[in-house]
Protein backbone atom coordinates (compact mmCIF):
# COMPACT_ATOMS: atom_id res chain seq x y z
CA UNK A 1 0.00 0.00 0.00
CA UNK A 2 3.09 2.23 0.84
CA UNK A 3 4.32 1.93 -2.21
CA UNK A 4 0.76 2.75 -4.67
CA UNK A 5 0.91 5.57 -2.20
CA UNK A 6 4.50 6.84 -3.19
CA UNK A 7 3.92 6.13 -6.75
CA UNK A 8 0.80 8.19 -6.76
CA UNK A 9 2.32 10.87 -5.17
CA UNK A 10 5.29 11.31 -7.72
CA UNK A 11 2.75 10.68 -10.38
CA UNK A 12 0.65 13.42 -8.94
CA UNK A 13 3.65 15.79 -8.86
CA UNK A 14 4.77 15.23 -12.01
CA UNK A 15 1.34 15.91 -13.39
CA UNK A 16 0.75 19.09 -11.65
CA UNK A 17 4.67 20.54 -12.85
CA UNK A 18 3.66 19.91 -16.45
CA UNK A 19 -0.17 20.93 -16.43
CA UNK A 20 -1.29 23.99 -17.08
CA UNK A 21 -0.15 26.37 -15.12
CA UNK A 22 -3.42 29.00 -15.62
CA UNK A 23 -6.16 25.79 -15.23
CA UNK A 24 -4.06 25.47 -11.58
CA UNK A 25 -4.20 28.65 -10.69
CA UNK A 26 -7.74 29.72 -11.68
CA UNK A 27 -9.43 25.77 -9.19
CA UNK A 28 -7.15 27.54 -6.78
CA UNK A 29 -8.48 30.69 -6.60
CA UNK A 30 -12.12 29.26 -6.86
CA UNK A 31 -11.61 26.78 -4.40
CA UNK A 32 -10.31 29.74 -1.91
CA UNK A 33 -13.13 31.65 -2.57
CA UNK A 34 -15.38 28.46 -1.42
CA UNK A 35 -13.07 28.30 1.74
CA UNK A 36 -13.92 32.17 2.71
CA UNK A 37 -17.32 31.30 1.55
CA UNK A 38 -17.50 28.95 4.04
CA UNK A 39 -15.90 31.26 6.99
CA UNK A 40 -16.86 34.29 6.61
CA UNK A 41 -20.47 34.56 6.44
CA UNK A 42 -20.54 32.68 9.40
CA UNK A 43 -18.06 35.06 11.20
CA UNK A 44 -20.59 37.96 9.74
CA UNK A 45 -23.30 36.47 11.42
CA UNK A 46 -21.43 35.90 14.75
CA UNK A 47 -20.59 39.59 14.62
CA UNK A 48 -24.11 40.50 14.19
CA UNK A 49 -25.40 38.04 17.08
CA UNK A 50 -23.04 39.81 19.26
CA UNK A 51 -24.46 43.02 19.03
CA UNK A 52 -27.75 41.93 20.24
CA UNK A 53 -26.27 39.73 22.82
CA UNK A 54 -24.22 42.02 24.47
CA UNK A 55 -26.60 44.75 24.50
CA UNK A 56 -29.23 42.55 26.03
CA UNK A 57 -26.64 41.32 28.63
CA UNK A 58 -25.23 44.86 29.63
CA UNK A 59 -28.35 46.30 29.93
CA UNK A 60 -31.48 44.01 30.50
CA UNK A 61 -30.56 40.08 31.41
CA UNK A 62 -27.21 40.39 33.12
CA UNK A 63 -26.30 36.63 33.50
CA UNK A 64 -28.58 35.18 35.05
CA UNK A 65 -32.74 36.69 35.15
CA UNK A 66 -34.88 36.11 38.20
CA UNK A 67 -38.43 36.69 37.50
CA UNK A 68 -41.57 36.38 39.30
CA UNK A 69 -43.74 33.07 38.91
CA UNK A 70 -46.32 33.08 36.70
CA UNK A 71 -49.37 35.09 38.31
CA UNK A 72 -47.39 37.05 40.99
CA UNK A 73 -46.84 40.18 39.69
CA UNK A 74 -43.42 40.54 42.32
CA UNK A 75 -40.77 38.83 43.31
CA UNK A 76 -41.07 39.09 47.69
CA UNK A 77 -38.74 38.99 50.06
CA UNK A 78 -36.10 40.10 47.83
CA UNK A 79 -33.49 41.51 49.98
CA UNK A 80 -32.74 38.09 51.72
CA UNK A 81 -32.87 36.27 48.13
CA UNK A 82 -30.22 38.71 46.67
CA UNK A 83 -28.49 37.96 50.08
CA UNK A 84 -28.78 34.07 49.27
CA UNK A 85 -27.72 34.61 45.12
CA UNK A 86 -24.72 36.64 46.45
CA UNK A 87 -23.48 33.60 48.68
CA UNK A 88 -23.33 31.50 45.81
CA UNK A 89 -19.85 30.61 44.35
CA UNK A 90 -19.60 32.40 40.84
CA UNK A 91 -21.79 35.05 41.45
CA UNK A 92 -19.92 38.47 40.90
CA UNK A 93 -23.05 40.59 41.90
CA UNK A 94 -26.56 40.90 42.04
CA UNK A 95 -29.33 43.69 42.29
CA UNK A 96 -32.92 44.22 42.33
CA UNK A 97 -35.15 45.94 40.07
CA UNK A 98 -38.69 47.25 39.79
CA UNK A 99 -40.58 47.93 36.53
CA UNK A 100 -43.48 49.98 34.72
CA UNK A 101 -44.70 51.62 31.69
CA UNK A 102 -45.37 54.87 31.41
CA UNK A 103 -45.70 57.84 29.17
CA UNK A 104 -42.83 60.52 29.00
CA UNK A 105 -44.25 63.98 28.07
CA UNK A 106 -42.25 67.34 26.53
CA UNK A 107 -44.08 69.76 25.54
CA UNK A 108 -46.18 68.88 23.08
CA UNK A 109 -44.13 65.09 22.47
CA UNK A 110 -44.63 62.59 24.26
CA UNK A 111 -43.21 58.56 23.76
CA UNK A 112 -44.13 55.15 25.39
CA UNK A 113 -41.66 54.08 27.84
CA UNK A 114 -40.22 50.95 30.06
CA UNK A 115 -38.94 52.87 33.49
CA UNK A 116 -36.72 50.86 35.46
CA UNK A 117 -36.37 51.64 39.29
CA UNK A 118 -32.70 50.87 40.21
CA UNK A 119 -30.61 51.03 43.00
CA UNK A 120 -27.49 53.29 41.04
CA UNK A 121 -24.94 51.58 43.63
CA UNK A 122 -25.67 48.18 42.96
CA UNK A 123 -26.67 48.43 39.05
CA UNK A 124 -23.40 49.91 38.18
CA UNK A 125 -21.65 46.70 39.13
CA UNK A 126 -24.43 44.61 36.71
CA UNK A 127 -25.33 47.03 33.55
CA UNK A 128 -23.47 49.28 31.53
CA UNK A 129 -26.15 51.84 31.68
CA UNK A 130 -23.71 54.45 34.18
CA UNK A 131 -20.77 54.25 31.54
CA UNK A 132 -22.33 55.36 28.30
CA UNK A 133 -23.61 59.11 29.95
CA UNK A 134 -24.19 60.88 26.30
CA UNK A 135 -24.70 63.97 28.90
CA UNK A 136 -25.80 65.01 32.28
CA UNK A 137 -24.72 62.13 35.54
CA UNK A 138 -26.14 58.79 36.51
CA UNK A 139 -28.50 58.38 39.30
CA UNK A 140 -27.01 58.63 43.07
CA UNK A 141 -28.59 57.13 45.88
CA UNK A 142 -29.96 60.19 47.13
CA UNK A 143 -31.86 61.15 43.52
CA UNK A 144 -35.11 61.63 44.19
CA UNK A 145 -37.91 63.50 41.39
CA UNK A 146 -34.64 62.85 39.11
CA UNK A 147 -34.84 60.63 35.56
CA UNK A 148 -32.08 59.53 33.24
CA UNK A 149 -33.78 58.67 29.67
CA UNK A 150 -32.32 56.34 26.88
CA UNK A 151 -30.73 58.24 23.73
CA UNK A 152 -34.10 57.79 21.95
CA UNK A 153 -36.83 58.55 24.56
CA UNK A 154 -35.26 61.56 24.93
CA UNK A 155 -35.36 62.02 20.95
CA UNK A 156 -31.43 62.72 19.57
CA UNK A 157 -32.04 64.09 15.80
CA UNK A 158 -30.86 61.07 13.84
CA UNK A 159 -32.96 58.27 15.81
CA UNK A 160 -34.56 56.09 14.14
CA UNK A 161 -37.67 57.33 11.94
CA UNK A 162 -40.09 55.45 14.63
CA UNK A 163 -38.43 56.72 17.64
CA UNK A 164 -38.12 60.60 17.57
CA UNK A 165 -38.90 60.43 21.47
CA UNK A 166 -39.17 63.77 23.07
CA UNK A 167 -37.99 66.19 20.26
CA UNK A 168 -34.23 66.75 22.02
CA UNK A 169 -34.88 67.21 25.52
CA UNK A 170 -31.40 67.77 27.15
CA UNK A 171 -30.22 67.58 30.85
CA UNK A 172 -32.24 69.95 33.07
CA UNK A 173 -35.07 69.82 30.81
CA UNK A 174 -38.23 68.65 33.32
CA UNK A 175 -40.72 66.10 31.56
CA UNK A 176 -43.98 64.73 32.96
CA UNK A 177 -44.59 61.00 33.25
CA UNK A 178 -47.61 59.11 33.98
CA UNK A 179 -47.48 55.82 34.90
CA UNK A 180 -49.59 52.93 33.92
CA UNK A 181 -51.58 53.05 37.52
CA UNK A 182 -52.66 56.88 36.41
CA UNK A 183 -50.02 58.56 38.89
CA UNK A 184 -48.42 61.81 37.14
CA UNK A 185 -45.27 62.95 38.22
CA UNK A 186 -42.86 65.81 37.33
CA UNK A 187 -39.07 64.63 36.77
CA UNK A 188 -35.85 66.74 35.89
CA UNK A 189 -33.59 65.26 33.37
CA UNK A 190 -30.85 64.25 35.62
CA UNK A 191 -28.55 63.06 32.33
CA UNK A 192 -29.22 60.90 28.52
CA UNK A 193 -27.40 57.81 28.06
CA UNK A 194 -26.85 56.09 24.48
CA UNK A 195 -25.96 52.44 24.91
CA UNK A 196 -26.12 52.62 21.21
CA UNK A 197 -28.94 50.08 20.09
CA UNK A 198 -32.93 50.16 20.56
CA UNK A 199 -32.80 47.26 23.57
CA UNK A 200 -30.84 49.92 25.69
CA UNK A 201 -31.72 53.49 24.27
CA UNK A 202 -35.33 53.51 24.54
CA UNK A 203 -35.56 52.90 28.65
CA UNK A 204 -35.66 55.30 31.43
CA UNK A 205 -34.39 55.07 34.74
CA UNK A 206 -35.25 56.09 38.12
CA UNK A 207 -34.09 55.29 41.74
CA UNK A 208 -35.73 52.04 43.15
CA UNK A 209 -37.33 54.39 46.16
CA UNK A 210 -39.24 56.77 43.97
CA UNK A 211 -40.87 53.30 41.94
CA UNK A 212 -41.77 52.08 45.38
CA UNK A 213 -43.50 54.90 46.15
CA UNK A 214 -45.40 55.45 42.35
CA UNK A 215 -46.51 51.64 43.06
CA UNK A 216 -47.20 51.65 46.16
CA UNK A 217 -45.10 48.69 47.59
CA UNK A 218 -42.85 50.94 49.66
CA UNK A 219 -41.11 48.72 52.70
CA UNK A 220 -42.47 45.28 51.11
CA UNK A 221 -39.07 44.14 50.02
CA UNK A 222 -40.57 43.43 46.62
CA UNK A 223 -38.73 43.38 43.17
CA UNK A 224 -40.02 42.84 39.50
CA UNK A 225 -36.60 41.22 38.69
CA UNK A 226 -33.66 40.37 39.82
CA UNK A 227 -30.21 40.41 37.59
CA UNK A 228 -27.18 38.22 38.30
CA UNK A 229 -23.62 38.48 37.11
CA UNK A 230 -21.68 35.94 37.26
CA UNK A 231 -17.63 36.29 37.41
CA UNK A 232 -16.80 34.29 34.52
CA UNK A 233 -18.94 33.78 30.88
CA UNK A 234 -20.32 30.52 30.71
CA UNK A 235 -20.83 29.40 34.20
CA UNK A 236 -24.56 30.61 34.34
CA UNK A 237 -25.93 27.41 34.05
CA UNK A 238 -24.38 25.65 36.42
CA UNK A 239 -24.88 29.23 39.09
CA UNK A 240 -28.37 28.26 38.03
CA UNK A 241 -28.58 24.60 39.08
CA UNK A 242 -26.78 26.06 42.75
CA UNK A 243 -29.47 28.31 42.71
CA UNK A 244 -32.26 26.02 42.44
CA UNK A 245 -30.62 23.61 44.88
CA UNK A 246 -30.59 26.62 47.66
CA UNK A 247 -34.34 26.46 47.46
CA UNK A 248 -34.81 29.95 44.85
CA UNK A 249 -38.22 28.85 43.82
CA UNK A 250 -38.62 32.13 41.38
CA UNK A 251 -38.35 31.58 37.83
CA UNK A 252 -34.81 31.72 36.54
CA UNK A 253 -33.23 32.21 33.03
CA UNK A 254 -29.43 32.31 32.44
CA UNK A 255 -29.04 34.94 29.27
CA UNK A 256 -28.90 32.17 26.68
CA UNK A 257 -31.94 30.80 27.44
CA UNK A 258 -33.44 34.63 27.35
CA UNK A 259 -31.87 35.92 24.00
CA UNK A 260 -33.12 32.25 22.69
CA UNK A 261 -36.62 33.15 23.36
CA UNK A 262 -36.07 36.88 22.31
CA UNK A 263 -33.73 35.93 19.08
CA UNK A 264 -35.36 32.54 18.21
CA UNK A 265 -36.43 33.66 14.60
CA UNK A 266 -33.64 35.79 13.81
CA UNK A 267 -31.28 32.97 15.11
CA UNK A 268 -32.97 30.05 13.12
CA UNK A 269 -32.63 33.09 10.24
CA UNK A 270 -29.10 32.97 10.82
CA UNK A 271 -28.66 29.44 11.15
CA UNK A 272 -30.52 29.10 8.07
CA UNK A 273 -28.11 31.03 6.25
CA UNK A 274 -24.88 29.76 7.63
CA UNK A 275 -26.16 26.01 6.27
CA UNK A 276 -27.66 27.08 3.34
CA UNK A 277 -24.12 28.99 2.52
CA UNK A 278 -21.94 25.61 3.55
CA UNK A 279 -23.93 23.17 1.25
CA UNK A 280 -24.08 25.65 -1.98
CA UNK A 281 -20.52 26.11 -1.34
CA UNK A 282 -19.55 22.17 -0.84
CA UNK A 283 -21.55 21.50 -3.88
CA UNK A 284 -19.85 24.00 -5.96
CA UNK A 285 -16.85 22.48 -4.12
CA UNK A 286 -17.36 18.72 -5.62
CA UNK A 287 -18.26 20.22 -8.79
CA UNK A 288 -15.00 21.88 -9.88
CA UNK A 289 -12.97 19.44 -8.59
CA UNK A 290 -14.98 16.90 -9.92
CA UNK A 291 -14.81 17.77 -13.55
CA UNK A 292 -11.36 19.13 -12.73
CA UNK A 293 -10.18 15.60 -12.00
CA UNK A 294 -12.50 14.01 -14.50
CA UNK A 295 -11.82 15.84 -17.51
CA UNK A 296 -7.98 15.61 -16.28
CA UNK A 297 -8.23 11.76 -16.51
CA UNK A 298 -10.39 11.26 -19.17
CA UNK A 299 -7.64 13.23 -21.07
CA UNK A 300 -5.16 11.14 -19.91
CA UNK A 301 -6.89 7.97 -20.81
CA UNK A 302 -4.22 6.66 -23.12
CA UNK A 303 -2.10 7.55 -20.58
CA UNK A 304 -3.29 6.11 -17.24
CA UNK A 305 -3.26 2.78 -20.14
CA UNK A 306 -0.26 2.74 -20.41
CA UNK A 307 0.91 3.27 -16.96
CA UNK A 308 -1.45 0.17 -16.26
CA UNK A 309 0.14 -1.41 -19.19
CA UNK A 310 3.89 -1.33 -17.98
CA UNK A 311 2.88 -2.05 -14.29
CA UNK A 312 1.61 0.57 -12.33
CA UNK A 313 -1.18 -0.39 -10.09
CA UNK A 314 -4.81 1.04 -10.48
CA UNK A 315 -4.59 2.17 -6.74
CA UNK A 316 -1.02 3.87 -7.68
CA UNK A 317 -3.31 5.89 -10.16
CA UNK A 318 -5.95 6.33 -8.12
CA UNK A 319 -3.51 7.97 -5.32
CA UNK A 320 -2.15 10.29 -8.01
CA UNK A 321 -5.50 11.74 -8.67
CA UNK A 322 -6.49 12.13 -4.73
CA UNK A 323 -3.09 13.73 -4.42
CA UNK A 324 -3.90 16.43 -7.32
CA UNK A 325 -7.27 17.32 -5.54
CA UNK A 326 -6.23 17.61 -2.29
CA UNK A 327 -3.80 19.52 -3.48
CA UNK A 328 -5.76 22.05 -5.52
CA UNK A 329 -7.71 22.14 -1.78
CA UNK A 330 -4.88 22.87 0.47
CA UNK A 331 -4.17 25.00 -2.36
CA UNK A 332 -7.57 26.95 -1.81
CA UNK A 333 -6.85 27.14 1.63
CA UNK A 334 -4.08 28.34 1.85
CA UNK A 335 -4.82 31.03 -0.49
CA UNK A 336 -8.14 31.76 0.94
CA UNK A 337 -6.47 32.04 4.46
CA UNK A 338 -4.71 34.35 3.72
CA UNK A 339 -7.54 36.84 2.20
CA UNK A 340 -9.48 36.19 5.31
CA UNK A 341 -7.09 37.85 7.35
CA UNK A 342 -6.87 40.89 5.11
CA UNK A 343 -10.66 40.67 5.12
CA UNK A 344 -10.69 40.44 9.08
CA UNK A 345 -8.18 43.49 9.76
CA UNK A 346 -10.11 45.72 7.11
CA UNK A 347 -13.24 44.99 8.93
CA UNK A 348 -11.94 45.56 12.55
CA UNK A 349 -10.38 48.68 11.40
CA UNK A 350 -13.52 49.83 9.53
CA UNK A 351 -16.50 47.84 11.24
CA UNK A 352 -20.14 47.58 9.63
CA UNK A 353 -22.15 50.31 10.55
CA UNK A 354 -26.17 49.06 11.79
CA UNK A 355 -28.85 50.86 12.89
CA UNK A 356 -26.32 54.19 12.64
CA UNK A 357 -25.20 53.81 16.40
CA UNK A 358 -24.17 49.96 16.38
CA UNK A 359 -21.70 48.42 14.76
CA UNK A 360 -19.58 45.56 14.49
CA UNK A 361 -16.82 43.75 12.68
CA UNK A 362 -16.27 39.44 11.52
CA UNK A 363 -16.07 37.49 14.51
CA UNK A 364 -14.30 34.39 13.43
CA UNK A 365 -14.37 31.08 15.64
CA UNK A 366 -11.98 28.37 15.56
CA UNK A 367 -14.52 25.37 15.25
CA UNK A 368 -16.24 26.70 12.38
CA UNK A 369 -12.99 27.46 10.45
CA UNK A 370 -11.73 23.92 11.41
CA UNK A 371 -15.08 22.57 9.94
CA UNK A 372 -14.61 24.68 6.97
CA UNK A 373 -11.07 23.00 6.27
CA UNK A 374 -12.24 19.47 7.00
CA UNK A 375 -15.27 19.63 4.64
CA UNK A 376 -13.12 21.31 2.12
CA UNK A 377 -10.24 18.12 2.29
CA UNK A 378 -12.71 15.54 2.47
CA UNK A 379 -15.00 17.00 -0.55
CA UNK A 380 -11.59 16.95 -2.51
CA UNK A 381 -10.59 13.65 -1.72
CA UNK A 382 -13.90 12.14 -3.00
CA UNK A 383 -13.72 14.25 -6.04
CA UNK A 384 -10.30 13.07 -6.63
CA UNK A 385 -11.33 9.37 -6.37
CA UNK A 386 -14.58 9.22 -7.66
CA UNK A 387 -13.52 10.02 -11.11
CA UNK A 388 -10.33 7.97 -11.88
CA UNK A 389 -11.85 5.01 -10.30
CA UNK A 390 -14.53 5.21 -12.96
CA UNK A 391 -10.97 5.48 -15.71
CA UNK A 392 -9.24 3.16 -14.38
CA UNK A 393 -12.08 0.11 -13.92
CA UNK A 394 -11.42 0.44 -17.83
CA UNK A 395 -9.81 -2.37 -19.64
CA UNK A 396 -6.02 -1.38 -20.83
CA UNK A 397 -6.16 -2.00 -24.50
CA UNK A 398 -9.32 0.50 -24.17
CA UNK A 399 -7.90 3.14 -22.82
CA UNK A 400 -4.49 3.10 -24.89
CA UNK A 401 -6.95 2.84 -28.24
CA UNK A 402 -9.45 5.30 -26.30
CA UNK A 403 -12.50 2.78 -27.28
Known sequence: MWKDVKVGFVLASNTLKRGNKKTTIFTIIVLALIFINFVFLPAMINGMQGIFINTMTDYVYGSITIEPLEDHPYITSADTLLKKITSVTGVLAATKRLGAGATITYKEKYVGSNIYGIIPGEESQISKFQEVMREGDFLTEMSRDEIVLGNYVSGEEGGPELLKGLGGVTTGTIVNVTYNNGVTKQYKVKGIFKGGSEVSDTVALVHFKELEDILGVQGQDKASTIIVKTNIIGIEPEVKEE??????????????????????????????????????????????????????????????????????????????????????????????????????????????????????????????????????????????????????????LKSIWGR
Do not use: C
Open 243 to 396: LIYLGVKEKIDTWQEKIKDVLKDAMQIFSLLTISSRVVGMIIAVFVLFMMIYINTVNKRKQIGILKAIGITEQSIIYSRIFMSVFYAIGGIILGSIILLFLLLYFKENPIHFYETMSFSPVLEPNITIQALLSLLITSFFAGLIPAWLVTREPI
